[in-house]
Each structure stands twice: as C-alpha cells, then as structure tokens.
T-cell receptor
Framework: QQQVKQSPQSLIVQKGGIPIINCAYENTAFDYFPWYQQFPGKGPALLIA?????SEKKEGRFTISFNKSAKQFSLHIMDSQPGDSATYFC????????????FGTGTRLTIIP | EPEVTQTPSHQVTQMGQEVILRCVPISNHLYFYWYRQILGQKVEFLVSFYNNEISEKSEIFDDQFSVERPDGSNFTLKIRSTKLEDSAMYFC????????????FGPGTRLTVL
C-alpha cells in the first residue's frame, strides 16, 4: 500500500520529443507528489511537485498531470533536450508531520540529438 | 543558493567497522532526513529527525543505525557495525518548517563495505 509504481524503467526519445513518465499509487493518504531529477553521482533534485487539488501543473518545459480518481500522475517534458538525460523519480508523501518520501523505482531517460 | 552538503563523498570500510556519515543541512531548516540508494535501485527512506529526536524510522533503520545532531549545524548518521549490504549511496535531506514539503537533498556519500 505504501508503494509508488513507476514506468517505464527506461526511455529513449529524440530531441524535441515529449517523454512521458507514469506513476501510480494505492495509498489515498498521500497528498504531495514531487518529481525528482538525478544526474549520475548527484543527489536527487526537486523538479516539480503537485497536490491532489489540481489536475495539472506546469513549470517551464515540465508538466505534471494528476488523475486523483485513477490514483495516477505523470511527468511530461516538452521540447526535450540532451541535457534532460537523467534518471527521474516520482515520489509521494502524506501530510504535515509525516513527510517521508516514498520513491518510485526511477526512469532512466535518454534524449538523443 | 544554500545547499545541503555531505562528507565524505566516498567512504570505504571493512565489514564490522563503525562509520559516521556527516551532513550539514541548509541553515534555517528544521527537519532532517536520511535516505539510501543501493546501486541501481530506488531511493529508500531511513529516518526523519526533528527537534532533536527521531520522528519516524523505517524497518531498515535497525539498532545498528543512529542519528545525532551534535551541534547547531551538523547532522550525522552512524552505522555501528557495517555489513556488506550497507553498501549504498546515503543521502541527507532537509526541509524548512514553514515551507511546503520540499526536501532538499545533498550530493550523497557512497559507502562501500568490503
């Protein structure tokens, strides 16, 4: 019930394409859903986050779509660039006082020129 | 921009030895976390710490692990008797109390147990 399932495991997209990474959760107590970007040898860095009261959030080229009834959320990267090549993790946490992050298994994204 | 820092970047130790991993959270943050990532796997929560005490710990965080905030700036993770399966990247994270739930991660310490 605490798991966050992420797919695909790896993704190769042409430059300019729109990679989409999907996550699903079971625990309806989760109320905060961040996406983290991780480059090799570095720590995860927050990319964008959403709460269940909105269905979409955009920050620059990154968009989260959220479907509360389906308990699914996804990351879209517009106009993808080779510099976006990294591992992407979705995560989820519950309310204030219980903020531990439960991470998905990660998606290794490669953008080819 | 303030960052979470961690030392050392890489620690090699013999099985059964004690190690201390050090973190300096962002200065005005009040909530602190340790996570670990075994090579090629997902990031896993170990422990959260607030107001000088553990607020939550995972089943991974057994009696071999302990955390401490020995002064106003450092946050440490001690593993008393390391096992081969403790080999992983260990990430420290911190969060400002009144912000949203954003946790800022350090660059990690790679622990190798031989």
């Amino acid at each position: 019930q605490q798991q966050v399932k992420q797919s695909p495991q790896s993704l190769i997209v042409q430059k300019g394409g729109i990679p989409i990474i999907n996550c699903a959760y079971e625990n309806t107590a989760f109320d905060y859903f961040p996406w983290y970007q991780q480059f090799p040898g570095k720590g995860p860095a927050l990319l964008i986050a959403i709460r269940p009261d909105v269905s979409e959030k955009k920050e620059g080229r990154f968009t989260i779509s959220f479907n509360k009834s389906a308990k699914q959320f996804s990351l879209h990267i517009m106009d993808s660039q080779p510099g976006d090549s990294a591992t992407y993790f979705c995560a989820a946490s519950m309310g204030f006082g219980n903020e531990k992050l439960t991470f998905g298994t990660g998606t290794r994204l490669t953008i080819i020129p | 921009e303030p960052e979470v820092t961690q030392t050392p970047s890489h620690q090699v130790t013999q099985m059964g030895q004690e190690v201390i991993l050090r973190c300096v959270p962002i200065s005005n943050h009040l909530y602190f976390y340790w996570y670990r990532q075994i090579l090629g796997q997902k990031v896993e929560f170990l422990v959260s710490f607030y107001n000088n005490e553990i607020s939550e710990k995972s089943e991974i965080f057994d009696d071999q692990f302990s955390v401490e905030r020995p002064d106003g700036s450092n946050f440490t993770l001690k593993i008393r008797s390391t096992k081969l399966e403790d080999s992983a990247m260990y990430f420290c994270a911190s969060r400002k109390a009144e912000s949203t739930d954003t946790q800022y991660f350090g660059p990690g310490t790679r622990l190798t147990v031989l």
